[in-house]
Each structure stands twice: as C-alpha cells, then as structure tokens.
T-cell receptor, first 114, second 114 residues
C-alpha cells in the first residue's frame, strides 16, 4: 500500500521569499504524483501532476515540483511567494497498480508573512 | 470553479439521523470519487464510481453507501450518524477510470452532527 509523508505541517515564509514544501511517498510500484492546494473554506485545486517523462513539472501560479525516484520525493517549490499563496497544500499519490484513489499526505499549511 | 457541483454546502443534523449528499461531475467525466476530510483523519478516500458501477472502495463505513445514476450524478448516503461523522465531504470527478489525469474537486459539503 502506498503512503505519503509531508514533513512539515506548517511553513511560515516572508513575502517574495522562496519556499519548498516537502513530500515523500512510499510505493512498491510506479506512481503518479500530485500537488493540490486548498484555500480557506474552499475545495481542492490541482496545482500540478507528474505522470511520466521529465522529472521537473510546472504547474499553475508559478509552482513547480521535482520527482526524484531514488529519494521517493516530490517536493513543491516556488521562487517567490505572494500573500495569496497562503493556503494548505496536499501531496497525493495514485499507485499505477490498478488503484484509482488518491492517497493524501496530512497537508502543509503555508503562511506568507507580509 | 472546477465544474464539479455539490449540494448542500452545509448540513446540520442530529445523531442517529440519515442524510444524502449530492454531486454532479464535470461535463464529460465518467468517474466520481468521494473523500472525507476530518481534523484527525485528514483526507481519506471513501469510494469511486465509474459510469454507474462501483470501481474502488476505501475506508468507507458500512453505515455509508453511494451510487451513481444514469445521468452520472452521484449521491453519498450516510445513516445512523455519529458525532465522529462530522467532516467535510468532497466529491471529485475525472475523465477516465484511473484518475491519473487528475481529479477535479467540488467545493465540499460540511456535515455537522450534533
């Protein structure tokens, strides 16, 4: 069974500073990886996904993530954050072995400080 | 706006009662997924339907059931409600069966059991 670990539950960062949100996964088979964002009192919005190919994937709102198979990681980065990036971010995985559901990490709350 | 709609937005009920949550997927999406988000358990997959048939089951209690209708909308039925069922319930949809292309989430139904 797959699992997802988000190493930081809360990350405060100053506006215009870079940020990295860490995600590690465990799975014995090939995986598809996702980052979702949840703004206060809203549903989840897909930021980006890795299915195959280039290990660096770019998403919406200036976010990008790098898939590292040897370290089983899929960290999310943004070079310069904005106040509007304050939200909770979820890393998720679908196993390629005929599994259809998303397995989510516990989430990381990003707080951007003006 | 993801194109996935959920009703009602809020639901307040008493222990022992039964409620029905409704979801309409994005136009053209055949798969519907239900997730529960609670403070202690995080985001957990409940069940998936694809074109009217149950496809995958996760941590869904026996008191909960779901179905997908010919027009592809889905309903999640929760019965004999307990205080611990209070949570945010999300519906998501995807084009195909596996969801690897990304699942698009509705705004959620917040259930409060008193």
């Amino acid at each position: 069974a797959q699992s997802v670990t988000q190493l930081d539950s809360q990350v405060p960062v100053f506006e215009e500073a870079p940020v990295e949100l860490r995600c590690n996964y465990s799975s014995s088979v090939s995986v598809y990886l996702f980052w979702y964002v949840q703004y206060p009192n809203q549903g989840l919005q897909l930021l980006l996904k890795y299915l195959s190919g280039s290990t660096l994937v770019k998403g919406i709102n200036g976010f990008e993530a790098e898939f590292n198979k040897s370290q089983t990681s899929f960290h999310l980065r943004k070079p310069s954050v904005h106040i509007s990036d304050t939200a909770e971010y979820f890393c998720a995985v679908i196993s390629g072995a005929g599994s259809y559901q998303l397995t989510f990490g516990k989430g990381t709350k990003l707080s951007v400080i003006p | 706006d993801s194109g996935v709609t959920q009703t009602p937005k809020h639901l307040i009920t008493a222990t022992g009662q039964r409620v029905t949550l409704r979801c309409s997927p994005r136009s053209g999406d055949l798969s519907v997924y239900w997730y529960q988000q609670s403070l202690d358990q995080g985001l957990q997959f409940l069940i998936q339907y694809y074109n009217g048939e149950e496809r995958a089951k996760g941590n869904i209690l026996e008191r909960f059931s779901a179905q997908q209708f010919p027009d592809l909308h889905s309903e999640l039925n929760l019965s004999s409600l307990e205080l611990g069922d209070s949570a945010l319930y999300f519906c998501a949809s995807s084009r195909r069966d596996g969801g690897a292309v990304g699942q698009f989430f509705g705004p959620g139904t917040r259930l409060t059991v008193l």
